[in-house]
């Protein structure tokens, strides 16, 4: 036997995926006997825990194994080999299929409850089960993911066959596994304990993995009324938010920026909501004249804060900018104009030569945020520093260059725009 428990099949699981640590990473677990592994993973990388469900379909008197499976969003998958073998017709896929889809709705309710589940698109999605026999439940969860936008599927288990990788046909683009043993029978053969989850666990697995990750966050995709346009976004309000950041992305980015989401998922954590947006769409962004458009930009910026502002989620709460490189110029731009509500400006690694005279006009506390190795861009903002009028500091991450990829810098730069967001939205 490899693993005393599920627990110890995780921490093992654990070891072997310290690379993915510091990932914009979402780990699912395949309830329920996958849940208790995936928490330790989630534990292990910091990442938050989520379940994707899916659902075997048992074959006639061999409820164990599996002719295919079901998963969210009308996912189907056969394992036409086990069907051959067993002689299962369509009429025993069609009355598995009643039972399962009755489950999956029922456990939806049951672990969910009325919390959404976490955002996967863009992301790295990490699956996880306790184990890998014939692959179809697998299977069926990569496709769930990937239908739910994930931009990397990494399906990880504590054991499974020899060869496990060919039967999952590419749906996955990392694979991990603990031990692939030539004999293998079943799961449940290499754990020493492999008693049946119960619900409760899985909800209390759930549960701390939230509480470990801050409040609850309520997200929705958006879309944003502009000229001519309009502009996909993600607003994620954690209850009791003490204020909502609207995030301007810099050059060839958009919302789906990793050091922006790694950012704005810190701000949740501590009580603050977050709009992150595109600025431009699809065909704008590849005319490069509009991605230096900074009076465009801005207008745009200001237009989603109208719109924030009229939403309920946003009403009486104090608004701020998180601007990017030319997303910074952008957000200083906005908030030079005199009927500019917000409250607090974030810039990190920002061109706030590029806002120009607006700068003079700027009222709200402004924070700088440069890597101390980025000179450039440091004598920049200590330039935009002197022409400032408002509040303001120049904040330089040491060793960190402009795309504050070392270790620990873009942490800093979270850390330092929740301190000013949360301090400014407080005197409100």
């Not at 590419?170 to 692939?180: F, R």
């Not at 990750?213 to 996909?232: K, M, N």
């Amino acid at each position: 036997m490899y693993f005393s428990d599920r627990t110890d099949a995780g921490r093992q699981l654990a070891a072997r995926l310290g690379h993915l640590k510091d990932q914009d990473v979402v780990v699912l677990g395949l309830p329920r006997g996958g849940v208790p592994v995936a928490a330790e993973v989630a534990d292990a990388l910091g990442a938050p825990l989520d379940i994707c469900l899916v659902r075997k379909l048992g074959t006639p008197g061999q409820p164990e194994l599996a002719m295919g499976a079901l998963g969210e969003g009308g996912v189907r998958v056969l394992n036409e080999r086990v069907l051959r073998r067993t002689g299962a017709d369509e009429r025993d896929i069609a009355a598995a299929e009643v039972r399962e889809h009755a489950e999956l709705d029922q456990r939806a309710g049951r672990y969910r409850g009325s919390r959404p589940s976490i955002p996967l698109e863009g992301r790295t999605v990490l699956v996880v089960d306790d184990g890998l026999a014939t692959g179809a439940t697998a299977l069926a969860a990569c496709r769930v993911v990937r239908a739910k936008g994930a931009a990397r599927i990494v399906l990880a288990v504590p054991v499974a066959p020899q060869g496990w990788t060919d039967r999952l046909g590419g749906e996955a683009d990392e694979t991990v596994s603990v031990h692939t043993p030539e004999l293998f029978y079943a799961i449940g053969q290499f754990y020493r304990d492999f008693t049946q989850t119960p619900d409760a666990e899985v909800i209390a697995c759930l549960d701390r993995n939230r509480a470990a990750h801050g409040p609850v966050v309520h997200e929705s995709d958006v879309r944003i009324p502009a000229t001519g346009a309009a502009l996909a976004g993600r607003l994620a309000v954690p209850e009791g938010a003490v204020g909502i950041v609207l995030f301007a992305h810099g050059s060839g980015s958009s919302r789906h920026s990793p050091r922006n989401r790694a950012v704005a998922t810190e701000l949740n954590r501590a009580g603050l909501g977050t709009l992150l947006f595109d600025l431009l769409t699809e065909t704008e962004a590849t005319d490069r004249a509009h991605v230096f458009d900074t009076p465009l930009l801005a207008g745009r910026l200001a237009g989603a804060t109208d719109w924030l502002a009229g939403r309920p989620e946003s009403d009486g709460l104090p608004l701020g900018y998180f601007g990017a490189s030319t997303g910074a110029a952008a957000a200083l731009w906005a908030a030079g104009d005199p009927g500019s509500p917000v409250a607090a400006v974030v810039s990190r690694g920002g061109r706030p030569d590029l806002a120009g005279d607006r700068l003079a006009g700027v009222r709200a506390p402004t924070l700088l945020v440069v890597g101390g190795r980025d000179a450039l861009v440091l004598d920049l903002n200590r330039r935009a520093g002197s022409l400032l009028r408002c509040e303001n500091r120049l904040a330089v991450v040491e060793g960190a260059t402009h795309l504050f990829e070392e270790p620990g810098a873009l942490e800093e730069v979270a850390e330092l725009a929740t301190s000013w967001f949360t301090g400014h939205f407080r005197d409100q």
